[in-house]
């Protein structure tokens, strides 16, 4: 148990995530700290939630996984460490763990309020590195989750956009974009499964209509297609080019997916 | 040989990278993980080529480079393990790894094709995190590369843009341009060697005319010169500033050595 | 002694900082190396001090301190290791370690002169693979500093600002702008120690007016704050934003706070 991932908004230009490492390496030197990202979108709770829940089961068991993207930092959301059947996860307890978590089988759930195992003094507006840090540190150390403060019965929970379903029609929308333009979307691959063999028409903005398929290149280059993506959802996307700016893409985007005729 | 290095253009900002990590420690405990580059410009493979170029042969025998410009996943592109005599290289077969491959004594070329070592199921769209990365770290376990597929008598190779050479012109062009707005060029440092005491001219854009020194600051700060650079090539730089931005300078613009008169 | 940061403005587009830590463990396989941040402004010395001083106290005693911002490259500047109670400081000479360093007990500065530690041949424009690399990887495993070059008095020292305090007012300026937008200021907590309880107005461009707080939350969502930052330093920030774009806030940009009245 001594792999820790990196999952924060803290950007690469700062020495924010250095200084993190330091802090977990002073502690235990044997730790290894592999980075997820630090580049989701500053305070955006939603998306560092689906990096995390699309990136932590590819970890060994036992990972700790230190995520934060606290914009509330020095107020009064509490922080939490929650311990699964396969992985733990560290963070504010703002939602951002909850879409990762609640896919794990949960066996205990501790708010972080044992100073001892803070960093002294704590500041108030970076607890990355004297909070969350050497929690993480102590954790890959050892020492039980149920030392680091009293138990709760749950954590704060982001709900899961679940897209509508119709007769002939489902309807989802951009829950990610990512660094190709490629579109992810909330309608996932398992709803794909029966529809693969008939005719599917994918539709954005009400206007643009184009096929589902397999992989980019089923279609010319510069031309969208909409794909099972490796998250296990429908991506938009352009072959040999960004699906995003294509049509504009945002979060929240409406998809919309008609069977047949 | 349980060094993996890793070059893509997945980019910083996604959980891309971090996945294929995790999936190579779960494989492998005690890999040692270093990026060369996930920032090479989307689907550029010649870019991402002359990175691999210019970094690997600074590693330790026995690495596992990996390196991943896919425009063509899941469509009918092969890939591939090249093991040379001191370096191992691993990627589409797509010309990415070829000028690398191509300074090292080549010992065997391997398809990857067997399902034994990817990571099922394998997706149409992320063969990095299903097929390279887990391949990678099996390799640094220490796997014979004939067990990855069948053996192939080459990879694709990328042409090498090779520089004009007249009576007292030699005339080349940008080939990369680093983050500094360093215009690298394909003019071998060794074509330069004969020239340094003459009188040489470099020019570009037909009409900007700089001088060849030795370092940055042989010019004032501000102006234009020609450089070899620490790739062993000529470069184009100002100091204190970007040539690329200074000239407008971009991949295959012309560069030309005059010498003399 | 075996972990070594690296602190650079070499950007993390090209493979730089890939060939430093290839060149690291093809001297010492079991060097640890930690980034502290490699998007230093290009050249900014002062931005790099100003990192490298917020960061390096939060590694492991013994930690070899590695930063390059270095435009002087292939120049007449020199390069140095100064070795301190607690920790190692590597780098050019142009005062890029000196605010870091000046906060330790120094025990010993010299130059890097001896060759026998560079990787031949060593290019005019790259000692970061070929100078300073090798030396701190040959660093942590051992050597003793005295055997990189002769023994110097001091380095090279860039002033820090100290504010300008006056009767009710002190006067400051903004010394560096994080990725979040905060505005860090050079006005020490320290000083801040006996104003929390009196009313404290800051100033910035003459006629913003704003409070001085524990935390970001401490004001609406979108609503400016100074609070004491992570580094010991006032910061100027939004709840929820950017403070520098808010207010168009720069390097040198003045920060009054005014007391009472």
Known sequence: MSLITLTTD????????????GVILKINPLAQIVDISHEIPAGDIRAGAFA??????????????????????????????????????????NGLVSWAAAKEKIKAIHQLSNPEYFLQPVSQTFHGRDVFAPIAAHLSRGIPVKSLGRSLKDFVRIKWPAPLRGHNRI??????????????????????????SKKVKVIVKKRYVFPLASHYEAVPRGQPVAVPGSSGFLEIALNCGSAADYFGLKNGEAVVLRVGG
Chains 1, 2, 3 share one sequence.
């Open 10 to 21: 803290f950007g690469d230009r700062d020495w924010f995530v250095g200084v993190m490492k």
């Open 52 to 93: 995390l829940a699309s990136a932590y089961s590819y970890f060994p068991r036992g990972t700790i996984h230190l995520a934060i993207v606290d914009p509330g930092v020095g107020g009064d959301r509490t922080a939490i460490a929650v311990q699964t059947r396969m992985h733990n996860f560290v963070g504010p307890d």
């Open 171 to 196: 309807q989802g929308e951009v829950v990610y974009v990512d660094r190709f333009g490629n579109a992810i979307t909330n309608i996932e691959q398992t709803l794909l499964a029966n529809l693969t």
